[in-house]
């Protein structure tokens, strides 16, 4: 069929055709922002799960909602590299010119701007991106403490109340959230505590790894208070299987059950891996109709994008010691969790001898642990990876 006329979209954060099983969570963000408007107290969002489940997505589909109610969005991606003063700032600096442009909040927002410059000041390297420049005067006293907590509180509350004076609210997406350094983590949940405390419609929606709840609690201990946690996971088989079959519906064409049946249990129901089979068969297909066989022939090239993309952008940087950690985890079976004592033992090590690879690798993002004395893969189905293009290392 025509690759041209192709509805899947497996890309990296990149909206399906057809965004299925995601009703709660979407309506978890429309109750958040329209109590938020009305000066209701809401919990700003969670949203935790494996790689590839559509987290980015829904955050995605968040600022769409907020755009729609006339609320500024502003979205970060956290990295190991970033400096979260650094980044909130540039977004601070965003929202209120954006808001300065609206005749209700101008000149309250050209005051929070010279409150963004004293924060910058302060807390941003002089070397910093020149974008942050702002051509307004400082004004100190309320966020250049030098203490990261109180002033993020005060460059919060400044956007709250410009935005409030505007009639409208804002939504920060923040996406890798388990990458914030602890004590900046602490600090996005002291501003959030303030504008909480004080009605402002201010409202994070996070996501990240399913070790973020667990972050946050070692954050800041009424952090549970603040945030909605809502687990992201695969798509039930009615939802996936209308993923698969809807979009090429809409173009004319159709799949067969077994083809369906086939997809669904190469995939497990993971939203990207869907999109990426999907993808594939469509492009293998005389159509109209898209066949079991179609899917066999595809699922070998669906696969082989998987392995050289999704799965292989997760290991090339690894270290040989974490490559061999992962490997015996693989060789344990099954998709974990696993205890750490038996992937040590599987490497000839000692728990305490491996201790350091294993946090290295929950730090790069590759594991986390679900509970004490566990380790799991944070991509779905990377067991399989492991085994089918690394090997089971016999190595001790």
Known sequence: MDPIRNPFTPGAGSRPPLLVGRDRELEVMRVAIGRLALGRFERSVLLTGLRGVGKTVLLNE????????GWVHAHLEATEDVR???AIAALARRI???LSLRERSKE???RALGV??????VHVPVDADSSLTIDFEARPGRADSGELDGDLAGLFTELGETAD???SGVLLTIDELQYLAQAEFAALIVGLHRVSQLG???????????SLPGLAGEARSYAERLFQYVDIGSLESEDAARALTEPVEEEGASWSEEAVARVLADTEGYPYFLQEFGKQAWNRSDGPTITAKDVADAAVIARDQLDSGFFRARIDRVTDSERRYLRAMASLGGSGPYRSGDVSGAMGRKTTQTASVRDDLIKRGLCYSPRYGEIAFTVPMFDDFIRRTIGISKER
């Open 62 to 69: 968040f600022g769409r909602m907020a755009h729609d109610q």
């Open 116 to 121: 963004v410059r004293s924060f910058i000041k």
């Open 200 to 210: 402002l419609p201010i409202v994070v929606a996070g996501a990240g790894l399913p």
């Open 84 to 86: 979260a003063a650094t």
């Open 108 to 110: 309250r927002a050209r």
């Open 165 to 167: 004076a505007a009639g």
């Open 96 to 98: 209120l010119l954006d």
